[in-house]
Structure formats: structure tokens, C-alpha cells
């Protein structure tokens, strides 16, 4: 079992939805968790972390953790062209090292 | 601000040779970290080095090595490339410890043939 699993996709969202994407992780010991983005033939950039239960706002961007149920998300409001892009999960283990899962490739359609 | 700059972007290899990726960054950060990244296989981890001076193991470490070479430079060198190292490698540079946040390079595109 992979430490950070996620569906690969792709996720087909239309223009001005709702996109949801879904993380879960193996280490209970995490503590910090975050999501990055990459574009197709570019590096990873970061756009949210969370540490703690609940939800965290930043924009159009919503992360969500559940430490009980070793999960957390990212919902992107008002899904725009430019949002298409594949999603990295990221999550420091108990060892201090940054473990990516295998990211989502979400394409927003005009 | 360069941030972290990898070099070379593109090489080809031939399998059994041998080359070096070379990372710098001038940001003063202490932590610094090779993936690698295959399709469908997100970023792994090859070696990192949390400060200047030390480095560790991540989860695919065999057939590389990497030298710390100050604070600024950290290196990942193939001795023998094999045909399963053709990859696209990123470093990566992480400021505070209390802070995830790790900034990558463009990365480099290796082909071994």
C-alpha cells in the first residue's frame, strides 16, 4: 500500500463548478499535510497546506483534513480552464520526509 | 531571484555511463531534496539532505549517490545508468523547518538508452 494514495483521474469538471479531489494516507503520526499543482511539463508549486482538523480558505480553494479518518481533500470553486492541471498530495511522515501520492489530473471544460 | 536552479534540463545516456545533475540554490535554505517523477508515479523521493553536511536516504536510493557540496549545491550523480532511471528528476529546497513548503527547480529530463 502506497503511503499517500489518490485517484489518478482524469476528473472532468465543466466551467464554473465544483471540483473535488481526495487524498488519503497511511501514517497516522502525519502532521502536515499539502496540496500542490502541477502543470503538464512544469515543476510542482504549492498552492495549500493544513495542520489542523477542519477546513482552511484561501481564495477559490478549500483544504480539508480528517486526521481520525486519515483523509483530506481540496475543493476548487468556480472551476476555471486554467484550474486544469494535475493535483499533488503531499504529507510529512514520522521521518520528516515529504511523501507524494500519485497525483489527479483534473481538466475543466469551457 | 533565481530560487533553485537545476542543470542540465535534457540528456540523453547510454546505459553503464555515468553523469552528474547538479542543483544550486540561493534562497539560504538548509534542506534539499532529489525526486524523481515517472508517469502515473507522482514524485518519489531519492536522497535528501536536511542541512548542510548530512544526507539520508528516501524511498528509491538505489543506483545514486548525492554530495552536499556546501550549503547552496546538491548534487545527484549515476554511476551506471540503467534504462528504469529514463525519468524526469526535480530538486527541491525547503526553507523553515516549520514551514512544508519545498520550491522546486524545473527540473531535468534523463533518457537512457
Known amino acids: 500500500q502506497k503511503e499517500v494514495e489518490q485517484n489518478s483521474g482524469p476528473l472532468s469538471v465543466p466551467e464554473g463548478a465544483i471540483a473535488s479531489l481526495n487524498c488519503t494516507y497511511s501514517?497516522?503520526?502525519?502532521?502536515?499535510f499539502f496540496w500542490y499543482r502541477q502543470y503538464s511539463g512544469k515543476s510542482p508549486e504549492l498552492i495549500m497546506s493544513?495542520?489542523?482538523?477542519g477546513d482552511k480558505e484561501d481564495g477559490r480553494f478549500t483544504a480539508q483534513l480528517n486526521k481520525a479518518s486519515q483523509y483530506v481533500s481540496l475543493l476548487i470553486r468556480d472551476s476555471q480552464p486554467s484550474d486544469s492541471a494535475t493535483y499533488l498530495c503531499a504529507v510529512y511522515n514520522a521521518g520528516n520526509m515529504l511523501t507524494f501520492g500519485g497525483g489527479t489530473r483534473l481538466m475543466v471544460k469551457p | 531571484n533565481a530560487g533553485v536552479t537545476q542543470t542540465p534540463k535534457f540528456q540523453v545516456l547510454k546505459t553503464g555511463q555515468s553523469m552528474t545533475l547538479q542543483c544550486a540554490q540561493d534562497?539560504?535554505?538548509?534542506?534539499m531534496y532529489w525526486y524523481r517523477q515517472d508517469p502515473g508515479m507522482g514524485l518519489r523521493l531519492i536522497y535528501y539532505?536536511?542541512?548542510?553536511?548530512?544526507?539520508d536516504k528516501g524511498e528509491v536510493p538505489n543506483g545514486y549517490n548525492v554530495s552536499r557540496l556546501n550549503k547552496r549545491e546538491f548534487s545527484l550523480r549515476l554511476e551506471s545508468a540503467a534504462p528504469s532511471q529514463t525519468s524526469v528528476y526535480f530538486c527541491a529546497s525547503r526553507g523553515s523547518p516549520g514551514t512544508g513548503e519545498l520550491f522546486f527547480g524545473e527540473g531535468s529530463r534523463l533518457t537512457v538508452l
Open positions: 534562497m539560504n535554505h538548509n534542506s
Open positions: 501514517d497516522r503520526g502525519s502532521q502536515s
Open positions: 493544513i495542520y489542523s482538523n
Open positions: 539532505s536536511a542541512s548542510e553536511g548530512t544526507t
